[in-house]
């Protein structure tokens, strides 16, 4: 019984704490030193417009201010910068891709966006104008279009789950996480999955951020509509403790309740 004993507390020791390196970003990989350069993958595949995006489209015309009033969106009062874009305002003044992949301007109609970069639909809406516009090609055109922010969702072993927007075009995992409160030390970096929407359909990818070699994986950068998912570490799911203190206590409290099953069954026994 007693060997029992010991067996139990040893096992329940061994796998109650969570190790330093399960909850450490950015590990070296033993080739890398501090002040070390890391060549970090920066070219990208351009996104391409989802259902469901908000554009903000901006157009100015030096020499032909009267005409561009007839094709932009009316928008009640003004003011309120960034924060404002943020709590709904480009929700309502923005141009949202529709269910059948298109955007809807004055004057110049349905616009086919969905699977589009923002380059491409910009020179598309700029051809139109001076197609039906009345634009001048020396008018000096200047067509603008951006995602409302950088928008993605995180669920799971999160401080802060739920959705946030960026207002970057560029930004990591890591930033992404800092943003939404960081991970307790109960989240599994060790295997992070993102789900990303493609053309096709969804894909599912994982990365591991307790390695520096996260930085060069194509998933260190996040897109536009990516779902993040932690999942809890073994620890929590068992209740043992997360660090020292609290598998202490874990033990002590298991190691009574065994001692003092195993002195009323000897007693027991006895009698």
Known sequence: MQKLIVFLLL????GSCIPTKRITYLQSDGNSENDSLITIEKVQSPYRLQIGDVLSIQIQ??????????????TAGGG???QQVLQGGLY?????????GYIEMPQLGEILAVGETEEILRDRIKNLLYQKGGFKKSSDLFVSVKLEGLR?????????PGQNTILRDRVSIVEAVADAGGVPITGDLKNVRIIRQYEGGIKVHAIDLTTINAMNSPYYFLKPNDVL????????????GTNGLQ???TI????TTLITTYLLIDNLTSN
Request: aromatic share 12%; proline share 5%.
């Open 92 to 100: 309502f003044t923005g141009y949202i891709i529709d269910r059948r």
């Open 80 to 82: 309120g910068g960034a």
């Open 11 to 14: 096992a329940l020791l061994m």
């Open 61 to 74: 015309a030096p020499y032909d201010q009267d005409l561009i009033a007839d094709f932009t969106k009316k």
């Open 247 to 249: 598998s202490f206590t």
């Open 152 to 160: 993605y969702t995180m669920v799971g072993e999160v401080n802060s």
């Open 252 to 255: 002590i409290s298991v190691l």
């Open 229 to 240: 998912v932690f999942n809890p570490l073994p620890q929590k799911t068992l209740g043992t």
